[in-house]
């Protein structure tokens, strides 16, 4: 990790549910262990309506989505950022699943390494109660702002996975990484 970039990532969707969502922002930081690369966001128009809840949650309103590109428009940012870089998320499951199948719906395939910042802080911090991540901020003291947007998301999981890295050491992040396998899909 130390010697590659990777990329962390966090989308937002018009469901709690990845794969009955469509996604309607998402953030990549691409970091090299020491300084940021890169920083890219979008909104993204869904081919569905924002239930209410997702707005409040958010703060993504249609109007806002009025001018934002369909996921096809964006997709191949996305595959750029992230190809040949471990991805990095908080609770990537979520991320993968939406991902996944926003790709699907556009008929492409998108697999990635991936390492998720919620199970690595189960493993190295077993005492908590919770590993959301405004509780996990809270616990390590990064500040959090913003939440539920995908750039604000994407640098608290950044700063969080920079964190435990410094506390525990590369050899245990490695450990953790994964190949993304079907098995797993939500």
Same mark, same amino acid.
């Not at 966090?10 to 309607?24: A, K, L, N, S, Y």
């Given at each position: ?7 962390? +990532? ?10 009955? /969502? ?6 990549? #930081?691409?970091?090299? /262990? ?9 909104? +993204?128009?869904?081919? &569905? ?6 707005? !409040?949650? &958010?703060?993504?309103?249609? /109007? ?13 940012? @996305?595959?750029?950022?992230? !190809?040949?870089?471990?991805? +990095?998320?908080? %609770?990537? !499951?979520?991320?993968?699943? $939406? ?9 492409? +395939?998108?697999?990635? %390494?991936? @390492? ?15 590993? %959301? ?18 750039? %604000?998301?994407?640098? $608290?999981? #950044?700063?969080?996975?920079?964190? #435990? ?22």
């Amino acid at each position: 990790m130390q010697d590659q970039a990777f990329a962390v +990532v966090d989308v937002e969707t018009t469901h709690g549910d990845p794969m009955q /969502g469509h996604i309607i922002e998402l953030a990549v #930081l691409v970091h090299d /262990g020491e300084r940021e690369l890169e920083a890219w966001s979008s909104l +993204v128009r869904p081919r &569905t309506a924002i239930p209410p809840f997702i707005s !409040r949650l &958010t703060g993504i309103r249609e /109007g806002m989505l009025k001018e934002a590109p369909l996921f096809p428009q964006v997709a191949r940012s @996305l595959m750029d950022l992230t !190809r040949d870089r471990l991805m +990095v998320a908080h %609770n990537i !499951r979520y991320d993968m699943t $939406a991902l996944e199948h926003e790709f699907a719906r556009t008929g492409l +395939v998108f697999q990635r %390494n991936t @390492l998720c910042t919620e199970r690595l802080s189960r493993q190295l911090v077993p005492h908590l109660s919770h590993y %959301n991540l405004g509780s996990l901020c809270r616990y390590f003291g990064i500040p959090f702002e913003g939440r539920h947007r995908a750039l %604000n998301d994407a640098r $608290a999981s #950044l700063q969080l996975f920079l964190r #435990l890295r410094a506390e525990f050491g590369e050899d245990r992040l490695r450990a953790a990484a994964h190949w993304w396998p079907k098995e797993q899909r939500a």
